[in-house]
C-alpha cells in the first residue's frame, strides 16, 4: 500500500519463491540475555584464511604465498591458525608439512587442520600433523534437513552415526597426545534442528571426554546467512545455555556475509556466549566471504577493549593479503581501504580540522602526549596513526570540499595559516578550479593556487624600499613604487612599517584602508579597502617585508577586481 511519504510499488520480482527463516528452522524461544550483554574482552580469533579463505580463491595460493601470510598472522599474534585441509589436495598436505619440517610455528600458536567425516581423509591428516607438538583436529559434516535430504541422502540417525564413527576414529589415531584437541562443526548448523546440533555436540563431547584442561571446539557455522543477525544470536545463546559439560566446551562461531550481516552476527553471538571466532583477514571467502577479522577486532578496539592482535601497519597487513588472495581490499573497506579516513566533503572536513586543532590543545593543556591524549575527532571513529596511517589523506579536497579542508591542507603542507575571514574567498577559488578540471587538487596544486591568487605581481609594484624606526613610535618607509604605469620615489611615515607603506602608497595616488591584518608563522595577510573596493592580499615571509607584501597584494587584486566589473 502506498502511502504520501513514500510512492514505493510492488517490484515485479519473484520474492514468493523464498520462505523466511521461520518456516525453514526452528529458533527455540529464549529469555534473551544477550541484548543486555557487553563485549568487555576479545574473543580467540581464528583465521581460516589458509583453508576456508584458499578455497575460495580463483588462484589457490602455493606454498610460498601460504607461508608469507601464515607468517604475517604470526606477527599480527593470532594464537590459532587453519593452516589447511590436508586430504582435500597435495599442494595443502604439502603446506602442512612444509610448517612442521621447517620449525615454523610458535610454541604459543596452535595450528588447525579440516578434515570430513572419513577415516581415511582422517588418517591423511593425522598423517600431515606428525610430529607438531599441538594441534586441533577439525571434523566438519552438514546437518540441516535439504542437506541430509538433497545431498547427503542420510537420516538424522545416518548422520549421528557417520559423526560418531568418524570421532571414533580420530581418538584412536591421537591417542594419549596430550597436545592433539578436537573441534566438531555441524556445517548449516543456522539451518539445523536445535536439538539435533545439542545431541550431536553433547555426544562428542561425551565420546572425546572433554575436560576444562583438555576442551573441545564446538563450532556453529552461519554457512549462509539466512536471517538478520538476532536470530543466530538467539540460536547461539540457546546452544551456550544448553550444551553439557559447558566449562569444558569452547564455543566458537563461523558467520559467512550472504546477507552483509556477518560482522554484526559474529558480534551479537559474542554476546551470546560466543568465546571464539573463525574468520578471514578483510573478509575472504566462498560466495560474499567469511566474517571479517579485521573488522572485527577493530570495531573492538574502537571501544577501548584490547584486540589482542597489532593492526599497528595496516597498509602492511593489506599489501601482503592482496598479495597472497590475488585479490584488492575495497578502498571503502572498513579501517583499512584507501579512503576510509579521508574526508573530501567541505563540512566533514571542517570538523575534523577543527577535532584535531581541539585535540592538540587539550592534550597540551593536560600535559598529556597527543599519541596518549582521549581519542574525540569527528568523522574518524580511530586515530588513523594508531593503524600507521600519517594524517597526509585525511582531508583532500575536490569539487565537494570547502573552506576548513583547504585550509588545514595549506597549513599542513605550507605553513600558510589562512585566517578564518580569508577562508571562504579562498575555498570559492578552490571550487572554481576543481570544478572546471573535475579532478582532485593535491596539496602541491593548493599552494600553487595560492601563490597565483595571492603572490603574483600586479599593476602597482615596489620595486626598492626600506623602513626603518627615526623615532620612538615613528617609522619611515622609502621607496620605487609603479602605479598607472608611472615609476617614482616615495615616502610615508606611521606608528610602524605597515601604516608608513600606506602613507606611501596615498603619496602615489593609491587610497588604502587596512581593515584587518594577521601574521602567522610563514605569511602575513591583510584586507583592504582600495578605491571602495575590499580584497583579501597575502605575502610571505617573516617580519616588516611580508607584511608590505600582503598590503601590495590586496592592492593589486582590489585594482583587478575592479577591472573585472
Not at 604439502?94 to 621447517?102: G, K, P, Q
Amino acid at each position: 500500500m502506498t502511502t504520501p511519504w513514500n510512492p514505493q510499488r510492488p517490484s515485479p520480482m519473484p520474492y514468493h519463491r523464498y520462505r523466511p527463516y521461520q518456516e525453514r528452522v526452528s529458533v527455540p524461544a529464549a529469555d534473551r540475555g544477550w541484548p543486555d550483554a557487553r563485549i568487555e574482552r576479545a574473543p580467540l580469533w581464528v583465521p581460516v584464511d589458509l583453508r576456508d579463505g584458499n578455497q575460495a580463491l580463483a588462484e589457490p595460493m602455493d606454498t610460498p604465498r601460504k607461508r608469507r601470510l601464515f607468517d604475517l598472522l604470526v606477527a599480527v599474534g593470532f594464537k590459532e591458525v587453519e593452516v589447511g585441509y590436508p586430504s582435500a589436495s597435495r599442494t595443502d598436505f604439502d603446506f602442512v608439512r612444509h610448517l612442521v619440517d621447517s620449525g615454523a610455528v610458535p610454541d604459543d600458536m596452535t595450528p588447525v587442520v579440516f578434515t570430513p567425516a572419513r577415516a581415511d581423509l582422517i588418517d591423511r591428516t593425522f598423517d600431515a600433523i606428525e610430529g607438531l607438538p599441538r594441534a586441533v583436529v577439525h571434523l566438519y559434516i552438514a546437518t540441516s534437513p535439504v542437506w541430509r535430504d538433497v545431498v547427503l541422502g542420510r537420516s538424522r540417525a545416518e548422520v549421528w552415526r557417520t559423526v560418531r564413527e568418524a570421532a571414533e576414529h580420530m581418538a584412536r589415531r591421537a591417542g594419549d597426545a596430550p597436545g592433539i584437541r578436537f573441534q566438531f562443526s555441524p556445517e548449516t548448523f543456522n539451518l539445523t534442528e536445535p536439538d539435533f546440533v545439542l545431541d550431536l555436540c553433547d555426544g562428542l563431547t561425551g565420546l572425546w571426554d572433554a575436560s576444562p584442561d583438555r576442551p573441545v571446539t564446538h563450532n556453529l557455522p552461519a554457512t549462509v546467512e539466512i536471517a538478520t543477525p538476532n536470530v543466530y544470536a538467539d540460536q547461539i545463546e540457546y546452544m551456550h545455555r544448553n550444551l553439557s559439560r559447558r566449562d569444558s566446551v569452547i564455543l566458537s562461531v563461523h558467520p559467512h556475509n550472504d546477507r552483509g550481516t556477518g560482522v554484526a552476527c559474529a558480534e551479537l553471538a559474542v554476546l551470546a556466549g560466543a568465546q571464539r571466532v573463525e574468520g578471514c583477514l578483510f573478509g575472504n571467502g566462498e560466495r560474499t566471504g567469511n566474517v571479517d577479522l579485521v573488522t572485527l577486532a577493530l570495531n573492538l578496539y574502537a571501544q577501548g577493549v584490547d584486540s589482542m592482535v597489532d593492526f599497528g601497519d595496516i597498509d602492511a597487513v593489506r599489501e601482503t593479503v592482496e598479495h597472497c588472495n590475488r585479490l584488492p581490499v575495497h578502498p571503502r573497506h572498513p579501517y583499512a581501504g584507501e579512503l576510509v579516513h579521508t574526508a573530501f566533503s567541505g563540512t566533514h572536513q571542517d570538523a575534523i580540522s577543527k577535532g584535531l586543532v581541539h585535540r592538540a590543545r587539550r592534550a597540551g593543556e593536560s600535559g598529556v602526549p597527543e599519541r596518549e591524549a582521549p581519542w574525540a575527532v569527528p568523522y574518524l571513529p580511530v586515530d588513523p596513526a594508531d593503524l600507521g596511517r600519517s594524517y597526509e589523506a585525511v582531508i583532500r579536497v575536490n569539487s565537494q570540499s570547502g573552506k576548513g579542508g583547504v585550509a588545514y591542507l595549506l597549513r599542513e603542507h605550507a605553513g600558510i595559516a589562512l585566517p578564518p575571514g580569508m577562508r571562504p574567498e579562498f575555498a570559492r577559488i578552490v571550487q572554481d578550479t576543481t570544478d572546471d578540471s573535475g579532478r582532485e587538487a593535491t596539496p602541491k596544486e593548493l599552494y600553487e593556487l595560492f601563490r597565483a591568487t595571492y603572490l603574483a605581481e600586479g599593476a602597482v609594484r615596489l620595486h626598492t624600499w626600506s623602513a626603518h624606526e627615526e623615532a620612538p613610535g615613528v617609522h619611515r618607509f622609502v621607496g620605487t613604487l609603479e602605479a598607472g604605469g608611472r615609476a617614482g620615489d616615495h615616502e610615508g611615515t606611521g606608528a610602524g612599517p605597515l601604516t608608513a607603506f600606506v602613507d606611501a602608497l596615498a603619496g602615489a595616488g593609491v587610497t588604502v584602508d587596512v581593515l584587518e591584518f594577521t601574521q602567522d608563522g610563514a605569511a602575513a595577510f591583510a584586507r583592504c579597502r582600495v578605491d571602495g573596493v575590499t580584497a583579501w592580499g597575502a605575502g610571505t615571509g617573516t617580519g616588516p617585508s611580508a607584511s608590505v607584501h600582503a598590503v601590495l597584494s590586496a592592492v593589486n587584486r582590489a585594482g583587478a577586481m575592479r577591472v573585472a566589473r
